[in-house]
């Protein structure tokens, strides 16, 4: 159950459940594979589940899914719903399915409509700004506990100035993860013109963003770069369980802050309805780009401070085993700024303690490196 707990053991609790309410009334029990409608192949974590009620499941790895529906929780008419990133939807009534529940479904990929951004009109100036919750610690933390409902989702609004945005990098940290890992999808919603809670997804690039994330503490990158997503005002970021490795629950603990202008919601089950819990903010932050024809509002003074303040050179050499390496690209996530080795293996640019470096190698083999003090930091590939 993902959930808030706060100061004096206030809590908010997301508890994905799959009780019953009647034992008189029908249960269901479907079973099947999702196949791509032209190639055949499987597709993995698709979202299968009733329209509305809290219950559904995602497809494994290998497309293969199963969905028990307790007695009471659905209606006959009631619909199941099958949606994948890249897909068309499709949906059927319950009383539609056969009575042995094998249903297997073929899904068609949809055209994909990206925003129209056109990269030779944006602004002038551009801005690389940290939104969001940047918390490693609080008295306050979200977790998700005793989940077995694959396609439950925890998410939470991140409150920018208007403008073009692009989303480069997300972070969040965890503070106990007792899996051997678990796999997530991360999701970006548009914030709703009418209305509270996630809206459309603005991932137009028919791809999932999926981060595993390993077992214990630890601090987790998403690179958004490559599915080119673009905002212009308030958005949501998900988190949403596909499946857990090395465990039969799910105990995972996530850093939150109590927020007066924060909205966090969650959701049980794929296909389930929306619903607040409460004025926090989910420790989830990104590192962005905006885009403005605003001098002034490119010229951040207060971030500017805290740089001038707090980054310092770090510097040193790329291996490979013994060999230095030249040509490789070293990234500053938190700042987006990069450079690459020269012709000695060597590198020099600005962070600050906490800060993200990726060192990639040609064909984007990459190694993630956590700045703990500024100055030497040489590194291995060969041992990533």
């Known amino acids: 159950m993902p959930q808030i707990k706060g100061r004096g053991i206030k809590a908010l609790i997301l508890v994905f459940w799959l ?8 249960q269901y029990f479907f079973r099947g594979q999702i196949t791509d409608a032209i190639s055949g192949e499987p597709i993995p974590f698709v979202n299968i589940g009733v329209v509305g009620r809290g219950a559904g499941t995602v497809s494994d790895a290998e497309g293969s899914y199963e969905l028990w529906i307790p007695p009471g929780r659905v209606n006959a008419d009631d619909l199941l719903r099958i949606s994948c990133l890249g897909y068309e939807p499709r949906t059927q009534t319950l009383t539609e399915a056969p009575p042995d529940g094998l249903v297997s479904f073929s899904m068609r990929p ?4 990206l925003d129209e951004v056109v990269v030779s009109a944006l602004p002038t100036f551009t801005l690389e700004e940290t939104v969001g919750y940047p918390l490693d610690a609080s008295r306050d933390f979200a977790y998700w506990k005793d989940s077995l409902a694959l396609g439950a989702e925890l998410a939470t609004r991140i ?21 051997d890992s ?40 998403v690179d958004l770069a490559p599915f080119d997503i673009w905002v212009t005002d308030d958005f949501y970021v998900s988190l949403e369980l596909l499946a857990v490795y090395g465990s039969d629950q799910i105990v995972l603990t996530m850093p939150a802050a109590q927020e007066n202008r924060g909205a966090t919601y969650r959701r049980y089950a794929s296909q389930g309805e929306w619903e607040p819990i409460g ?23 207060s971030v500017e401070r805290s740089l001038a303040r707090n980054q310092a050179p770090v510097s040193g050499f790329v291996f490979y085993g013994r060999t230095t390496l030249e040509g490789i690209r070293v990234e500053n996530l938190n700042t987006h700024t990069h450079t690459t080795t020269d012709s000695r293996g060597r590198y020099r640019l600005m962070a600050s303690p906490g800060d993200v470096l990726r060192f990639t190698r040609p064909g984007n083999e990459f190694l993630i490196v ?12 060969r041992q990533k």
């Open 279 to 301: 004025a926090y903010g989910v420790g989830y932050y990104l590192q962005t780009t905006y885009y403005t024809d605003d001098a002034r509002k490119a010229q951040n003074k």
């Open 110 to 113: 949809a055209a994909i409509a």
């Open 159 to 179: 409150r920018i100035q208007q403008g073009t945005r692009r989303l480069n990098t997300l972070f969040f940290n965890t503070r106990d993860n007792p899996a």
């Open 182 to 221: 678990v796999q997530l999808r991360i999701n970006i919603y548009e914030f709703p013109k009418s209305g509270n809670g996630p809206d459309a997804n603005l991932n137009k690039s028919g791809r999932n963003i999926l981060y595993m994330l390993q077992g214990g503490s630890a601090a987790a990158v």
């Open 370 to 381: 956590h700045v703990r003090e500024t100055g030497n930091l040489t590194v291995n590939l």
């Open 19 to 26: 009780a019953g309410t009647s034992v008189a009334a029908a």
